[in-house]
Structures are given as C-alpha cells and as structure tokens.
C-alpha cells in the first residue's frame, strides 16, 4: 500500500531552519510530481512547494526565497529545507504525492511545526 511519512517538524525560534523529510513507499515515485502543503489552525490548506519529478519547483509567494524543496529519486523521498523561519510558518506540514497525467494523489498524516520564540 502507499505511504507517505513524514518527519523533521518541531518547535523553532524565529529565524531558524528546519528540515523536513516524507518517504514514500508503494509507488512508483519517479512518475508523482511531489508537494508540501501547510495547514494552520482556523485556515485553509495551502501549498507550499511543488516539484515536478524531473525537477522543475513553485514555491507560494509566502514562503519563496526562505525554502527550497528538492527531491531524492533513488531514495524515494522528498525534503523540504525551511529557513528564516517566522511566526507565519506555523502549521501542520503535509506531503503530497500526485500522479501524472493521471492526477490522482496521496497525502500524508502531517507533521507539525511551530515557530515561536
């Protein structure tokens, strides 16, 4: 079955950095184009990045210039380096794996990251 974990959220001061990482399994992962969404309380979900499986990114106005997502192929993974980290950035995390052209996708449980001093 398909899963997508997620990990490296957690509790940051303003202005540092996290990493967060989603492993993917059962799919064949060359072929999803692979994005982060957030979701902070009382607000819709939202994406943060996207990159397509042979590497071009879209970042959310939001958060370009401060993150960078990238994608390991052979290890079936993707990450998302966060830096200068606000307030703002607080929300759930979540990967996401879509299909192309097919569309169809998969999301993982979240994991949360707090930005606060």
């Known amino acids: 079955q398909v899963q997508l974990v997620e990990s490296g959220g957690g509790l940051v001061q303003p202005g540092g950095s996290l990493r967060l990482s989603c492993a993917a399994s059962?799919?064949?992962?060359?072929?999803?184009?692979m994005g982060w969404y957030r979701q902070a309380p009382g607000k819709q979900r939202e994406v943060v990045a996207t990159?397509?499986?042979?590497?071009?990114?879209n970042y959310a106005d939001s958060v370009k210039g401060r993150f960078t997502i990238s994608r390991d192929n052979a290890k079936n993974a993707v990450h998302l380096q966060m830096n200068s980290l606000k307030s703002e950035d607080t929300a759930v995390y979540y990967c996401?794996?879509?299909?192309?052209?097919?569309?169809?996708?998969?999301w993982g449980q979240g994991t949360q990251v707090t930005v606060s001093s």
């Open positions: 996401n794996a879509e299909q192309w052209p097919t569309r169809y996708d998969y």
């Open positions: 059962g799919i064949s992962f060359r072929i999803y184009a």
């Open positions: 990159i397509i499986s042979d590497g071009p990114t």
